[in-house]
Structures are given as C-alpha cells and as structure tokens.
C-alpha cells in the first residue's frame, strides 16, 4: 500500500484512464472497384486514462456524466486482478500490468518498490510503439511519480509528471490541444487518496469520483477540440490498477479489491455494449493494434486485442449458471456454476465417490467471481489467464463435505475436432494447475475414438498458456481431448479456452 505525495497533501488518489477507441481504423479498406472517390484513412489516435484505485462497484453510486457517457457509447467489461501469492493488489503491479500487457509472473513487479522489475523483456506498449514506428509521437503524464519515471521506459517521447491531479489534467489538456500527440497515457491519482483516507463508503470516496470524471471531461473535450479532430480516429480506454476495500485500502484478495474494469470507446467497440472476457492486459495489445502493431508471439503477451477475441464454448454456459448449494459463504443471488457441459462436451464421474461439495463434484464451469471467493488466500486468485467461464477440478473445496471412499477423479473430454491426417495439430489451452498434496492432471488426445494417447503430465505448479504440437496418425480425421485430474484434498486444475488446430 502507499500513499504518494499529493495523496497526503489533499486526500488524493491514482487514477487510471482507459483508451478512447478511434473513429477509424487505421487498415481502413481501399474504395471499392469503380468508386470515383478515394476514401481517406483516417490517422490512428489513442487515449488511455488510469483512474487510480477506481472501484467500479460504485460508479452506479457517483455522478459520473462523462465517463457513464463513454460506457454508453461504447463497451464496458469487469473482471478480476490477481492477488497473492501472485502480487498484492497495489499499484506498482496494476499498472505495470497494464502497461506491459503481461500479468505479474511475467513482468516481476509485485509491490511498489519495482524491485526485480522485468522491463527489458515486458517494456510497456508505448515503448513498443517506437520500437515498432519511431515517427509516433508518444506521451505519459502521470501524478504518480512513478508512472512517469519508472513504468513507462525512456524510449517515450515526453512522460511528464504532476504534483496533483489538477496539474495532470492541465498538462494533458495542454498538450493534447497544441501538440501531435498520437498515443497519450493519462494517470489520475486522487480516488486512490480518497480510497485510502474514507474508504469506498464515504460521500468522499464518491465526491472524488465526481471530481475525476470532471478532469477526464477536460481531457476528452480537449481531443474533440484539436483541428485535426474530424481526420482522426481516436481510440479510448478508461481502466484501474485496483479497487479499494470499503473501509479503505487494498492489497488483499476481497473482491471489492481484485475487481478492475475496461471502457472502450472507439471503432469496433459496440455502443453500450457488456463483456465478460475482457482483462486489463488486454490494454497494451488493443492500442499497439489500433496502430497496426501486431503483436509478435515472442513478446510472449498475456493480453489480446479486444477486436480479436471470441467467446469459447464454455462462456456459452453463462445464462445457465446456478447460485449456490453447499458454497453458503458466498452471496445468495451470485450465479456462477454449472455442472452441465456445453454442447459436444462430456464430464466423465465413473471415478468420482458420492457426496462431497456438490458445486465442485467432477469437473464444473465457472466464473472467477463465484470460483476464486469460495474460500480467499488458497491460490484461486492467480488463475487470472481463464476468462469468463471456464473449466475446473477442485479436489480441496470438494472434500470439504462428507463423501464416499475414494479420490477425487474426474475427465472432462472435448467434442471431436477436426484433422488432417500426417500433418501435425496444435493443442492449445490456458491452464492453471495448482498443487497442495496428492493429485494428478494429465492431457491425453485420441484419433479417430481409438485409444487415448498421453499429451501433457503436470505435477508441480503450472500458470501459463499451452501450445503443444502433436503429429496426426496417417488417414486420421477427428481427434479429442481428454483431461483427467485426480486428487486428495489437494488444490485444483482450471482449463479455458480449449482449441485444436490442424
């Protein structure tokens, strides 16, 4: 937790801007055949505006006009941080996370120190964009000084920094009216000193909610004021590194603090719009994207550009999901869990004893909100590469409750995907397997319904995004997965976003 200085001098807090999404795209298509007419493309512009310590779960409770008019006319996603043992939910993390794009297994920032800061191979988007076209003209203005100073790198064409927030927005304003500012990134710190100081519950908290929302009015009228605002196509996205505990503070696991929030306004972004999938990582790679930046698979990003995903079979399940049965700590009217598997998918319970915690009895579906609050502090909060609605084995919330002899053993096992016979397949998966005691997790692959083949062990702790390659039997045109998890009161296994490509 920190309070920097302008926090202590007036009560403030980080804020955190997300990016307005442009008007055009910047790979807008050439006339059609016979068109008398070239169409114009538009220059690409991307604003991105971090409201520190912003919990969205009371922006229903604040005024808000100007940032509830980006979320009207544009989309809005919640969905939850990391806690540890992962990284804390402070600042230094959150907003290198969002920076970079990468969660903070990869970047290495776990507290406000930026100790063991991985940088050098997870630099953040803006210095991307130089790397990638040197003549864009990058921007940071930040209240907090290590915005400025740390997180963004020197390869930045101007990273200002503001001793209040009144100064950053007078800066950004500035800038964005007089000069080509082509990528900007705003910080706003006040709520977080609010946050800090009131706690979520206090009119203050709400009063520096209001006031924030009056500064990212300035600087959004300051975009649509520039010259060159009817050639251009601005990008807009409006995040936060963190909530804030109703008492005040964070860096725990609650939920008020582990919920974060992307608004995008801009092209391709539905107006009004809702979504589930959507992380804070996804930030860097939607803006390097909005210039035509392709992410390179070396980069090794932990975030997508939005305009590219796309729902999985198990995010179909969620108007399906059910509140509560056995999971009483949890909120009576949370729906987050299903037992039914999407269409062309089976769980296999031959193994599985009687009894147990009836929502994690085999494999079931779930959401983060439901899943990872069943019981704080046992590793739920890293399975941060799942999203929205994905698969999990939990052998430790399962024997929580009487049941018949015998492990925990379960196979889920994928519909039948399509192959091409002596080529090779690509199994891709995210997955977060965790260890607490005996328990097994094994990926096996059969061709054609013929016997299972092993694929992938895991043993020891694993977080990541799998890619592994296997080559298709001669003649071979179907194949499917199976992943098999067994365990004694140990941790568990979550998979999301299964896919086999040939």
Known sequence: ??????????????????????????????????????????????????????????????????????????????????????????????????????????????????????????????????????????????????????????????????????????????????????????????????????????????????TVDTQIGRILDAVTSRAAYADEDWQILVTADHGHQSGGGHGGNTPAERQSFVIAKGTGFTPGSVRYDVKVTDVAPTVLSHFGVTPDPAWQLDGKPIGTLAPDAFDALRPSLNTRVDELALPSTLKGWTTTAPTGWTIDNSAMPTGGVTEWRGWSFATDEFWSNTELGQGRETNVRARNVFAVADSDEWDDKAHGVGQFDSTLVSPAYAVTGGASATVSYATNYRVDGPQTGDVYISFDGGPRQLLQSYRADVNTFERLTVAVPAGATTARLSFQYTGTNSSFWTVDQVALTS
């Open 1 to 210: 937790m920190r309070l920097s200085r302008s926090v202590r001098a007036a009560l403030a807090g980080t804020v955190a801007v997300a990016v307005l999404p442009l008007a055009a795209s910047a790979h807008a298509a050439g006339p059609k055949e016979g068109s008398t007419a070239a169409a114009v493309a538009k220059r690409p512009k991307s604003l991105v505006i971090g409201i520190d310590g912003a919990t969205f779960a009371k922006f229903g409770k604040a005024k808000m006009p100007r940032v509830k008019g980006l979320m009207a006319a544009g989309m809005t996603a919640t969905a939850n941080l990391y806690a540890s043992p992962m990284a804390p939910t402070s600042s230094g993390p959150g907003w290198s996370t969002i920076a970079t794009g990468t969660w903070p297994d990869k970047h290495k920032v776990v507290d406000n120190s930026f100790a063991g800061a991985r940088y050098d191979l997870y630099p953040d988007y803006a210095t991307r964009l130089e790397g990638a076209r040197s003549s864009l003209n990058t921007l940071v203005v930040g209240t907090w000084g290590p915005i400025p100073s740390t997180v963004f790198g020197p390869g930045v064409d101007a990273r200002l920094g503001g001793v209040s927030d009144a100064d950053t927005t007078t800066t950004a304003v500035s800038k964005l009216t007089t000069t080509d500012a082509d990528a900007t990134f705003v910080h706003l710190d006040d709520v977080d000193g609010a946050g800090h100081y009131y706690g979520t519950e206090h009119r203050a908290y709400l009063d520096a909610l209001n």
